[in-house]
């Protein structure tokens, strides 16, 4: 008898031939991808065991399966997708689905589907998994609870419409890892505890100066559940959130919650600093290798804010390494990589990267991959919405925004890994001239061969956005100069796919042909068909994405990184030794 059904997003259970470029396919419009070709290109998908139970799922779904096994009277199973039909029965009392995209309004999605005017794959796969839920629900457990929760929580708050569309109770928001057990036995008692939790949602909104404020937003409908502001369970204690019992996802194991940089568009930076110590990282990542996944993929916002003591951010190398080398002299364990990371902590410590290449055993053929936040080329947007990206430097001073990253680049690529960028279009402030700068610094950095991708995103101020149910035209307001950054960010997604198709994935070498083929084929066919929309929205955008094919222009100080780093090493000792006096 399984009373709780946990089950996730059928896009979040694609593996996509382990190609890193085609994870964004998912964000893709149905119309312009086929689905022969989809299902294709999304496989394989994650293993089901015999019960029908998921080998491997999210992490944030075995987060709430460990928190019930470890303290709920509940008996509950991650279930497949494919195989809810031979769980959900009437017995069951809450069928719990975890989603990162559900409406196909993420900050990517965005930018296929132009705010949803075309369905992305990511939401036709959601709809269809909700409708067969409730096709099984209404046959079989008409009094079930249906709960959506995880990182696409916030996408109701935009469209509360599709919450009872979807045939959906209960949207969970924010961490809840040590607490859901709470919350669902309430459920099925028929009273959840007002006192622990709250009918509503979190909402954080950044003033003119970039200073984030929270408010919590009542639901009269009761659909949304948060924790309680004045709840008696604050956000959770690293030892309070358990560990996952279930293998994850591509060897996701975390290492740490928050990111400190209070850039002024990002809601993680609300959240505390916490990290987990080595050996609790550990402990999932044996959990993993019981599955057969020997790769430790480390789930972190800012990977060089391990343990962080520098109020200057300089990363403690001495924390991060040895974090790599625990999990790394385990048995059996073959790769590990951080899932985000920043850029100017490797301009500071160009060694820091090639130490863990060194632990890790990356080289040609075994690259690293990480997820960078690179926004802008502008040092003016940076000092304005994200001066704390920059640290230990400061932008203007010690160089300009452009000269770190370039800096941070040649030094990642030396070292094996390859960062995959995102930048944001239409930030407060912003003009032509900072869109200017950042197509000069993506220009550059592919003349000096630099291996990166960069992904434009729009609308990414979800704190900003949350409550608003507005979405914007992203395309039908474009400058010149706007179109032809985002042609030039695709133009480099075709380069790098033309580099790597050929080189990475996991299939036979007939297989990496025709999935290496299809990816070169698709980078190629959406560039092409990209350029001749934005041509037509504006006759002057011919003329910019022309000049933006060439400009290789960034700002600069002419800054030796060299004789920068060793006087900051100084004043630093020179300061240590003043405290310790």
Same mark, same amino acid.
């Given at each position: 008898?399984?009373?709780?059904?946990?089950?996730?997003?059928?896009?979040?259970?694609?593996?996509?031939?382990?190609?890193?470029?085609?994870?964004?396919?998912?964000?893709?419009?149905?119309?312009?991808?086929?689905?022969?070709?989809?299902?294709?290109?999304?496989?394989?998908?994650?293993?089901?065991?015999?019960?029908?139970?998921?080998?491997?799922?999210?992490?944030?779904?075995?987060?709430?399966?460990?928190?019930?096994?470890?303290?709920?009277?509940?008996?509950?199973?991650?279930?497949?997708?494919?195989?809810?039909?031979?769980?959900?029965?009437?017995?069951?009392?809450?069928?719990?689905?975890?989603?990162?995209?559900?409406?196909?309004?993420?900050?990517?999605?965005?930018?296929?589907?132009?705010?949803?005017?075309?369905?992305?794959?990511?939401?036709?796969?959601?709809?269809?998994?909700?409708?067969?839920?409730?096709?099984?629900?209404?046959?079989?457990?008409?009094?079930?609870?249906?709960?959506?929760?995880?990182?696409?929580?916030?996408?109701?708050?935009?469209?509360?419409?599709?919450?009872?569309?979807?045939?959906?109770?209960? !949207?969970?928001?924010?961490?809840?890892?040590?607490?859901?057990?709470?919350?669902?036995?309430?459920?099925?008692?028929?009273?959840?505890?007002?006192?622990?939790?709250?009918?509503?949602?979190?909402?954080?909104?950044?003033?003119?100066?970039?200073?984030?404020?929270?408010?919590?937003?009542?639901?009269?409908?009761?659909?949304?559940?948060?924790?309680?502001?004045?709840?008696?369970?604050?956000?959770?204690?690293?030892?309070?959130?358990?560990?996952?019992?279930?293998?994850?996802?591509?060897?996701?194991?975390?290492?740490?919650?928050?990111?400190?940089?209070?850039?002024?568009?990002?809601?993680?930076?609300?959240?505390?600093?916490?990290?987990?110590?080595?050996?609790?990282?550990?402990?999932?990542?044996? !959990?993993?290798?019981?599955?057969?996944?020997?790769?430790?993929?480390?789930?972190?916002?800012?990977?060089?804010?391990?343990?962080?003591?520098?109020? *200057?951010?300089?990363?403690?190398?001495?924390?991060? !390494?040895?974090?790599?080398?625990?999990?790394?002299?385990?048995?059996?364990?073959?790769?590990?990589?951080?899932?985000?990371?920043?850029?100017?902590? !490797?301009?500071?410590?160009?060694?820091?990267?090639?130490?863990?290449?060194?632990?890790?055993?990356?080289?040609?053929?075994?690259?690293?991959?990480?997820?960078?936040?690179?926004?802008?080329?502008?040092?003016?947007?940076?000092?304005?919405?994200?001066?704390?990206?920059?640290?230990?430097?400061?932008?203007?001073?010690?160089?300009?925004?452009?000269? +770190?990253?370039?800096?941070?680049?040649?030094?990642? *690529?030396?070292?094996?890994?390859?960062?995959?960028?995102?930048?944001?279009?239409?930030?407060?402030?912003?003009?032509?001239?900072?869109?200017?700068?950042? +197509?000069?610094?993506?220009?550059?950095?592919?003349?000096?061969?630099?291996?990166?991708?960069?992904?434009?995103?729009?609308?990414?101020?979800?704190?900003?956005?949350?409550?608003?149910?507005?979405?914007?035209?992203?395309?039908?307001?474009?400058?010149?100069?706007?179109?032809?950054?985002?042609?030039?960010?695709?133009?480099?997604?075709?380069?790098?796919?033309?580099?790597?198709?050929?080189?990475?994935?996991?299939?036979?070498?007939?297989?990496?042909?025709?999935?290496?083929?299809?990816?070169?084929?698709?980078?190629?066919?959406?560039?092409?068909?990209?350029?001749?929309?934005?041509?037509?929205?504006?006759?002057?955008?011919?003329?910019?994405?022309?000049?933006?094919?060439?400009?290789?222009?960034?700002?600069?100080?002419?800054?030796?990184?060299?004789?920068?780093?060793?006087?900051?090493?100084?004043?630093?000792?020179?300061?240590?030794?003043?405290?310790?006096?």
């Amino acid at each position: 008898m399984v009373q709780v059904v946990l089950t996730f997003d059928p896009s979040l259970g694609h593996m996509f031939h382990n190609f890193p470029l085609l994870s964004f396919l998912p964000c893709a419009p149905v119309r312009y991808v086929p689905p022969p070709v989809y299902r294709y290109l999304s496989k394989p998908d994650v293993r089901a065991d015999e019960y029908g139970r998921a080998v491997l799922a999210p992490y944030g779904i075995r987060k709430v399966e460990a928190c019930l096994r470890l303290r709920s009277r509940l008996r509950a199973e991650v279930i497949h997708p494919n195989h809810l039909d031979r769980h959900i029965r009437g017995d069951t009392k809450i069928i719990a689905v975890n989603t990162m995209d559900p409406l196909g309004i993420g900050p990517l999605s965005l930018m296929f589907n132009n705010c949803g005017r075309e369905k992305s794959w990511v939401r036709h796969e959601f709809e269809t998994l909700m409708h067969w839920i409730g096709v099984l629900k209404r046959e079989r457990c008409p009094g079930a609870k249906v709960v959506v929760g995880g990182a696409g929580e916030w996408e109701f708050e935009i469209m509360p419409e599709m919450i009872e569309a979807l045939g959906i109770d209960y !949207v969970v928001q924010g961490e809840m890892d040590d607490i859901i057990h709470l919350l669902f036995e309430g459920i099925v008692e028929g009273s959840i505890d007002n006192t622990i939790f709250l009918h509503g949602y979190r909402s954080t909104v950044f003033d003119s100066k970039g200073r984030a404020s929270i408010m919590y937003v009542k639901d009269p409908k009761g659909h949304f559940i948060t924790r309680h502001p004045f709840s008696r369970f604050k956000l959770p204690k690293i030892e309070d959130i358990p560990t996952i019992v279930g293998a994850a996802i591509s060897g996701q194991v975390e290492i740490m919650r928050g990111c400190g940089l209070d850039c002024d568009f990002c809601e993680v930076t609300t959240r505390p600093l916490r990290y987990y110590p080595p050996e609790k990282v550990l402990e999932e990542v044996k !959990v993993n290798l019981r599955a057969g996944i020997k790769n430790a993929w480390f789930i972190t916002d800012n990977q060089w804010a391990y343990m962080l003591r520098d109020p *200057n951010y300089w990363p403690n190398k001495e924390a991060i !390494v040895n974090l790599y080398r625990t999990v790394m002299s385990y048995d059996g364990v073959t790769h590990a990589n951080p899932m985000h990371a920043t850029l100017a902590p !490797v301009a500071a410590d160009p060694e820091l990267p090639m130490l863990i290449s060194k632990i890790v055993g990356a080289g040609p053929g075994k690259h690293i991959g990480v997820q960078i936040g690179l926004e802008t080329g502008s040092d003016k947007l940076v000092q304005t919405h994200m001066a704390r990206k920059a640290l230990p430097f400061r932008v203007g001073v010690d160089a300009t925004w452009a000269e +770190i990253v370039v800096e941070a680049k040649m030094a990642l *690529n030396a070292a094996y890994w390859i960062p995959a960028d995102t930048i944001i279009l239409g930030m407060s402030g912003e003009t032509d001239d900072d869109i200017w700068d950042t +197509i000069g610094l993506i220009n550059y950095m592919a003349s000096q061969n630099l291996l990166f991708t960069v992904t434009p995103m729009a609308l990414v101020s979800l704190g900003s956005l949350r409550g608003q149910n507005a979405l914007t035209d992203v395309y039908a307001n474009l400058t010149p100069a706007q179109a032809a950054l985002i042609y030039i960010s695709w133009r480099n997604t075709k380069r790098m796919a033309e580099i790597l198709a050929w080189r990475l994935g996991s299939d036979t070498p007939l297989l990496k042909l025709l999935t290496g083929g299809l990816l070169v084929f698709g980078a190629n066919f959406w560039l092409g068909a990209l350029e001749r929309y934005l041509k037509r929205l504006n006759p002057m955008t011919e003329r910019a994405i022309e000049k933006a094919k060439t400009y290789t222009v960034i700002p600069s100080k002419g800054t030796d990184f060299r004789k920068l780093r060793q006087q900051m090493r100084e004043l630093s000792l020179n300061r240590a030794l003043r405290q310790g006096a």
